[in-house]
């Protein structure tokens, strides 16, 4: 629904702010969670005691988002991890 929807125009904060009356079943849909309201299988989950990471691109106009799993927090692994993620990436209009 979410995908359709996108597809035919809508912002994601229109979509969002539609979900509860459109799915009203959906848990998921309904008012956020706070913290200290999250289930216990969470608590579960197994940490990574902050050695993964992760770099965001943002395009600024369309809000486009790529999220850049890294294998190092240095320069070099960031580099190499942003260049292989936005290899297949379509130039824009001014460089052609």
Known sequence: MVTERLRSGWSPASIAGRLPQLVPDDQACRDPRFLDERPAEVERRARKNGTTAVATL?????????????????????TDAVIAVTDGLPRPFADR
């Open 58 to 78: 943002v395009e600024r106009t369309s809000r486009f988002l790529i999220l850049v799993p890294l294998t190092g927090r240095d320069s070099l692994s960031v």
